[in-house]
């Protein structure tokens, strides 16, 4: 069975991955269902690092604590890795006590479990706002947030499974890279995603540097750059309803279904 990734691209279309999120832009020019997407994004997503080389790491879940020597107070992170079995964490420094009287809660005293608050220059602040997200009023209610990091790959320096904290942030990979990774000795055949300008393969040098490498930065088009937004912002994938002639919908086809459907909509 030929891959997914290796399909749309065959087709024209261009795959890639922005703050994290993995983006199809159909040749069709036709926005993605955004059930079939979440369907597949997991295995699109082992597919594009795989062809890579790239290792990157999903959200998992988060804990608070007192670490080290002298018990300083943190919030753990941890990750585990789409491609292989590694498992990294990173701690973030913040406060588990609060910085004022609330009600009959005395300044000083524990936060609620799994409560914490950092500070504007924290590099766990730092790592929020690379990620874009919406931030939450106060910076003590991070713990209401935190769900909105799953879903997103991110890339970082790892040594004994723990990352580096400054490193932390989303894995960005631009299309011309995901397609020269997987279908290297194909050309796009759709004048609209190549001009004459661009390159349709990866030079050796390009493709060295890229497995070894941590995350790619695109240099997007006005296109793409509001396509990711609206990703983004809406911390979903946004699609258009399920047209009226398929027999299916999205996340109940196969992959060939979806697509025979997909390529014959204007037909």
Not at 182 to 202: E, F, G, N, W
Not at 232 to 238: A, H, L, S, V
Request: proline share 8%; hydrophobic share 30%; aromatic share 8%.
């Amino acid at each position: 069975m030929t891959p997914l990734a290796s399909k749309l691209l065959r087709r024209g279309d261009e795959i890639s991955i922005e703050l994290g999120r993995i983006i199809i832009q159909p040749a069709s020019g036709k926005p993605v269902p955004p059930e079939w997407l979440k369907k597949h994004t997991a295995g699109l997503a082992r597919e594009i690092l795989t062809a890579l080389g790239l290792e990157a790491y999903e959200f998992c879940g988060y804990t608070t604590g007192h670490y080290g020597p002298h018990k300083a107070p943190g919030v753990t992170l941890q990750f585990l890795s789409p491609t292989t079995d590694a498992s990294p964490y990173v701690i973030f420094n913040a406060e588990l006590t609060r910085c004022r009287n609330v009600g009959s809660a005395k300044k000083g005293t524990a936060l609620p479990k799994g409560h914490f608050r950092i500070g504007k220059r924290s590099h766990f602040y730092r790592f929020w706002r690379s990620t874009e997200l919406p931030e939450p009023k106060r910076l003590s209610s991070f713990h209401d947030y935190m769900g909105n990091l799953k879903g997103i790959l991110f890339t970082a320096t790892v040594q004994n499974d723990r990352m580096d904290a400054s490193s932390l942030r989303p894995l960005t990979v631009p299309s011309r890279l995901v397609h020269a990774a997987i279908l290297p000795d194909k050309l796009q055949t759709t004048p609209r995603h190549i001009p004459d300008s661009v390159q349709t393969r990866m030079p050796d040098k390009d493709f060295a540097q890229s497995q070894g490498a941590h995350a790619f930065q695109a240099k997007q088009t006005t296109s793409d750059k509001n396509y990711g937004n609206k990703v983004i912002k809406g911390r979903g994938f946004t699609g258009a309803s399920i047209p009226p002639y398929q027999h299916k919908r999205p996340e109940d086809q196969s992959v060939d279904e979806w697509l025979a459907d997909y390529s014959g909509a204007d037909t």
